[in-house]
């Protein structure tokens, strides 16, 4: 019997598909929070609709004025630099080592800025400031998919790019269900992209504004709470850094999906 030997790019797939799998199953059998149902009767009415505002008034300043605060904060023609770097020796060489580079060069990225939020969000934390910090965690989250989406070659300007990072954090804050039928929609839409001209309008941003807002809204409502408590602040102020890993660790699955994709046929 004849074994054909997978591609460099087949492994990979591969690869992917696993790690996908393994977030599906970790979604589908997470229990709900016992600190989440302490604070259920203690969380005032108001304070879903205020995150809600804070997190859209965020979103819409950095993509009505632009990316130039946050570009400030990373060296993005060295971003562009190594990945074509990283494109000349997969050129050159179409071994697996240079395909892994781009997926390694995307998680040192991420990794740092997981450690930068947790320092940002112990220090709100600990003055036991809750909603004011929002502004500073979503410039957080936007950086750093933005430095894995440069890491695979892509842009993050464009307003179908903005569409697409925002349906990201969107699906990325869901659980059980409700996660594996918008992870699904999403790979779909991923899947076709290259196929069709999605033409995404102002009315199609300022919607998924919204819908990314009422996601994480809703999935952080308690730590916030607890983080506008000082002391305990910081607890709260902590799990800033788990739900941005929990954003970029999806981020950085669908954008190697879309870089493993455009370089062709995968199994």
Known sequence: MIFQKKSPKDKEWELLLKQEDKMLRKRENKKESQINKLLEDKVPEKLLSTLNVAFRKAFEIVFSKGSGIIEKTYDKEKYDFEYENRERWHAETGNRRSLKSFSKAASAGKNKNILLSGLEGAGMGALGVGIPDIPVFTGVILKSIYEVAMSYGFEYESDFEKFFILKIIEVSMQESDKFEKQNDELNRFIDEVDKYEFVVEKEDIDYQIAAAA??????????????????????????????????????????????????????
Do not use: C, W
Not at 216 to 232: A, C, N, R, W
Not at 240 to 264: C, H, W
């Open 214 to 267: 009422n996601s994480v809204s809703k999935e952080m409502l308690y730590m916030k709470f607890v983080q506008g408590i000082p002391v305990i602040g910081i607890a709260g102020g902590l799990t800033n850094t788990m739900y941005l890993k929990k954003i970029v660790d999806y981020a950085e699955l669908k954008y190697r999906r879309r870089f493993l994709i455009s370089k062709g046929k995968v199994l």
